[in-house]
């Protein structure tokens, strides 16, 4: 296993994450577990989560996947936690989720409740990395490609945020902070903020990034290179999506039947970009998932991939496909792909 460093830290994380939006729903408890103990086994001592999962959650399995780590922090005791860093997030407004807290805002009551039951679910002292997993104001993410017009009902509190986290971290409940599914706008007011009043830094960014979708090179990456921000890719096979299982229909129990409102993997020009993709990894003798995951990990943007499962049997093939370096010419025809289909799941 390779590890890299926390921006601005002296904390080392795996250069591989195991997401755990499966928890709860698509997988038990003693699956989730047997996740987490195969995921240490190999190395892996960074772990993602969130209030909202697991994905399909609604109001009775709300807050499932942190009960499920937490069990197994509990079950492996607090000597054992300390080696791992635990990263998990706050919900913003504007999903439909209002079963989760009213109001669902970043404001001081919502981001400390928020605080509060993350600790208690995942039966742990602190956090090491808190996140903010979609912005406050309205903007372009999920398969939104741009801004028409701005969202006139948020106000700007970029300091008043960063004031809450500061406390937090002094109290101990939180070490760092980051954002998700997040823009260079807000990227760069939080660093300017944190700057200007010399309060908590945003240490990383977890956005999407895969060969269907790299608009995180366009903008975002500049400014996270500069300013030392890390990125956490998620979704790097796309929903799975490029595994290549999607192009003859949708398997039983596969997420793309499970949760048909995810949409943003199932247009046209995905099918053609997978299909493209597919065929030059079999011609290099690889499965489209290797070429996948090793793409994502030989990005210099990248700090840390965030991978799932729904097996023990899918992890395995995840964790081993980090070992697979591409050639040049491999990445020269995954750049001409590219320019075919440019991102088409946004």
């Given at each position: 296993?390779?590890?890299?460093?926390?921006?601005?830290?002296?904390?080392?994380?795996?250069?591989?994450?195991?997401?755990?939006m499966?928890?709860?729903?698509?997988?038990?408890?003693a699956?989730?577990?047997?996740?987490?103990?195969?995921?240490v086994?190999r190395?892996?001592?960074?772990l993602?989560?969130?209030?909202?999962?697991?994905?399909?959650?609604?109001?009775e399995?709300?807050?499932?996947t942190?009960?499920?780590?937490?069990?197994?922090?509990h079950?492996?005791g607090?000597?054992?936690?300390e080696k791992?860093?635990v990263?998990?997030?706050?919900?913003?407004?504007?999903?439909?989720?209002e079963?989760?807290?009213?109001?669902?805002?970043?404001?001081?009551?919502?981001?400390h409740?928020?605080?509060?039951?993350?600790?208690?679910?995942l039966?742990?002292?602190y956090?090491?990395?808190?996140?903010?997993?979609?912005?406050?104001?309205?903007?372009?993410?999920?398969?939104?490609?741009?801004?028409?017009?701005?969202?006139?009902?948020?106000?700007?509190?970029?300091?008043e945020?960063?004031?809450?986290?500061?406390?937090?971290?002094?109290?101990?409940?939180?070490?760092?902070?980051g954002?998700s599914?997040?823009?260079?706008?807000?990227v760069?007011?939080?660093?300017?903020?944190?700057e200007?009043h010399?309060?908590?830094?945003?240490?990383?960014?977890?956005?999407?990034?895969?060969?269907?979708?790299?608009?995180?090179?366009?903008?975002?990456?500049e400014?996270c290179m500069?300013?030392n921000?890390?990125?956490?890719?998620?979704?790097?096979?796309?929903?799975?999506?490029?595994?290549?299982?999607?192009?003859n229909g949708?398997?039983?129990?596969?997420?793309?039947?499970l949760?048909?409102?995810?949409?943003?993997?199932?247009?046209?020009n995905?099918?053609?970009?997978?299909?493209?993709?597919?065929?030059?990894?079999?011609?290099?003798?690889?499965?489209?998932?290797?070429?996948?995951?090793?793409?994502v990990n030989?990005?210099?943007?990248?700090?840390?991939?965030?991978?799932?499962?729904?097996?023990?049997?899918?992890?395995?093939?995840?964790?081993?496909?980090?070992?697979?370096?591409?050639?040049?010419?491999?990445?020269?025809?995954?750049?001409?792909?590219?320019?075919?289909?440019?991102?088409?799941?946004?």
């Open positions: 296993m390779n590890y890299t460093t926390l921006p601005n830290t002296d904390i080392k994380i795996s250069k591989i994450c195991l997401g755990t499966t928890f709860g729903n698509q997988n038990s408890e699956e989730a577990h047997s996740q987490l103990d195969y995921a086994e190395g892996i001592n960074f993602d989560t969130a209030e909202m999962y697991p994905i399909g959650g609604n109001a399995i709300f807050g499932s942190e009960r499920h780590i937490g069990s197994w922090l079950k492996i607090a000597t054992e936690r791992l860093v990263a998990t997030k706050i919900a913003g407004p504007n999903r439909g989720m079963y989760i807290r009213q109001p669902l805002d970043f404001s001081k009551k919502s981001i409740e928020a605080v509060e039951l993350s600790l208690k679910n039966q742990t002292d956090i090491d990395l808190y996140q903010m997993h979609w912005p406050e104001r309205v903007m372009n993410m999920f398969g939104k490609r741009g801004v028409t017009e701005l969202d006139t009902k948020w106000q700007d509190n970029f300091f945020v960063l004031s809450i986290y500061d406390g937090l971290i002094k109290e101990g409940k939180i070490k760092h902070i954002v599914n997040e823009n260079p706008y807000g760069m007011k939080f660093l300017n903020e944190s200007k010399n309060l908590p830094r945003i240490a990383t960014i977890q956005n999407p990034y895969s060969l269907l979708n790299r608009l995180f090179e366009v903008g975002l990456s400014i500069r300013e921000v890390g990125l956490l890719a998620y979704s790097p096979l796309a929903f799975g999506f490029l595994s290549g299982k999607y192009l949708y398997p039983e129990n596969s997420r793309m039947k949760f048909p409102n995810f949409v943003r993997y199932t247009n046209e995905c099918f053609k970009a997978t299909k493209l993709y597919k065929d030059l990894a079999e011609a290099n003798g690889l499965t489209i998932t290797q070429m996948a995951l090793s793409f030989q990005q210099r943007l990248v700090m840390s991939t965030i991978i799932g499962a729904t097996s023990l049997e899918q992890l395995k093939e995840n964790i081993d496909a980090f070992e697979v370096v591409l050639s040049n010419e491999i990445l020269s025809e995954i750049d001409r792909i590219q320019e075919i289909h440019p991102n088409p799941a946004p």
